[in-house]
């Protein structure tokens, strides 16, 4: 899938994550990229570009500022091909849910911390004195 391509960069990634919380000049992008990954400014402008081609990305001229932003559009189109697979990792889930709550209950019943460690709930009206 030509999603997973244009995804499967490290770099590219991390600029979609960093869009996913609201448009960003291409300035902001490229100073945190550059520091994270050590990149010249114009291999992050060469990022930018092919999200951009690609679909992901969006761009509007702000004066002389370039802001982008994420288009959901590819990344909705990569929901809809992963549902088919999602249960698979969700059975998995669940059942890792299942043996971690095993693993905790017979950690407390070994320790005797009965209730997740908590003391016994008091009736209402009891001072504790």
């Known amino acids: 899938m030509?999603?997973?391509?244009?995804?499967?960069?490290?770099?590219?990634r991390r600029?979609?994550?960093?869009?996913?919380?609201?448009?960003m000049s291409a300035g902001e992008v490229?100073?945190?990229v550059q520091r994270e990954f050590g990149i010249s400014q114009p291999g992050v402008s060469q990022h930018l570009r092919v999200l951009r081609e690609n679909g992901f990305a969006t761009v509007r001229p702000q004066g002389t500022r370039r802001l982008y932003a994420v288009d959901?559009?590819?990344?909705?189109?990569?929901d809809h091909w992963l549902e088919r697979y999602r249960g698979f990792w969700s059975q998995r889930l669940d059942?890792?849910?299942t043996e971690i709550a095993?693993?905790?209950i017979r950690r407390q019943a070994e320790s005797g911390e009965g209730r997740a460690g908590r003391r016994p709930r008091r009736p209402a009206g009891d001072a504790g004195d």
Not at 15 to 23: F, R, S
């Open 15 to 23: 600029i979609i994550e960093l869009l996913a919380d609201g448009e």
């Open 2 to 12: 030509h999603a997973f391509d244009i995804l499967g960069d490290p770099v590219r």
């Open 72 to 78: 959901p559009t590819p990344l909705q189109e990569l």
């Open 30 to 32: 490229g100073a945190i």
């Open 95 to 97: 059942a890792l849910g």
């Open 102 to 104: 095993r693993g905790r």
